[in-house]
């Protein structure tokens, strides 16, 4: 493990109890003097712990940090403390990832877990070598974008940029992928999904239906997946050809700009430069700004 991931987690938990020590008066006045102080002791430890032990594997690290960030966030009102303290912020880019450092997730699991379904040379395969290679081109591909900016030598940032959609679509589908298999899997959703699954597409079976012919005639290689969709709130299914399509999955767009002729051609011609390098005039900061924030509420696991 790097170095420069141990001393961010350390640096994180510096800030976290620098933030508690700002606000421990009222929190003192609802929660019990010894749970803060059992929860204090315990990030104390855990940060004197990072630079006197190689023990620790990164996910082991994150699990950590993020049960203690937790146990912090629950001492607290949703709608005063935890806004004044800035926990989300905190949280979120003390443990973003470096660019060029992704890695690789551990499989939740063992290899032959999914059997008789998945055999284990294949999830051996599947993870350690395909998904691998998702995560050395994306790596490779934001470090030569990073030379580009640094040198302003941008000849090549089409090829990048598409390395970059190709892997980090890989990496980050596959990172999903992973994770929505279980050897105690199967039979049908319950709660609220099944209720969101009934009412998009009537029932159960109607949706698996759906997805497994979405599933069977993707061209070439590609996905099915069902999504939420934040705008029309509720799920769609979706196929996802060459899985990158020039994009990434689970994130969401904060700055798009159309550069489809229709959005230029009758002003710029075929400038489409001019029309990029004016754009810039028009951009509202304040709803980037927003969308930021609102994003930044979703605190997934950093691979």
Known sequence: MSEEYILSMKKWCEEILESYDASAEKLERR?????????????????????????????????????????????FNEEDETEDLEMSRVHQQSLSVPIGAHTLPPLPYNYNALEPYIEREIMRLHHDKHHKSYVDGLNKAEKEMQKARKTNDFSLIK??????AFNGAGHYLHTIF??????????KPTGMLLQEINQTFGSFENFKKHFSEAAKSVEAVGWTILVWAP???????????????LSQWDVIPLLVLDVWEHAYYLQYKNERGKYVDNWWNVVNWKEVESRLQQAKQLLWEPF
């Open 159 to 164: 090829h990048w940029e598409r390395e970059a």
């Open 231 to 245: 705008r029309s709130r509720r799920l769609e299914i979706l196929q996802a050809e060459k899985h990158q399509n």
């Open 31 to 75: 929660v019990a003097s010894e749970e803060l102080e059992s929860w204090q002791n315990d990030l104390i430890q855990f940060k004197d712990q990072l630079l006197d032990t190689i023990s620790f594997d990164k996910k082991e690290l994150y699990e950590r940090a993020n049960s203690l960030y937790l146990q912090l966030e629950d001492f």
């Open 178 to 187: 992973w994770n929505i298999m279980s050897p105690k899997g199967g039979g």
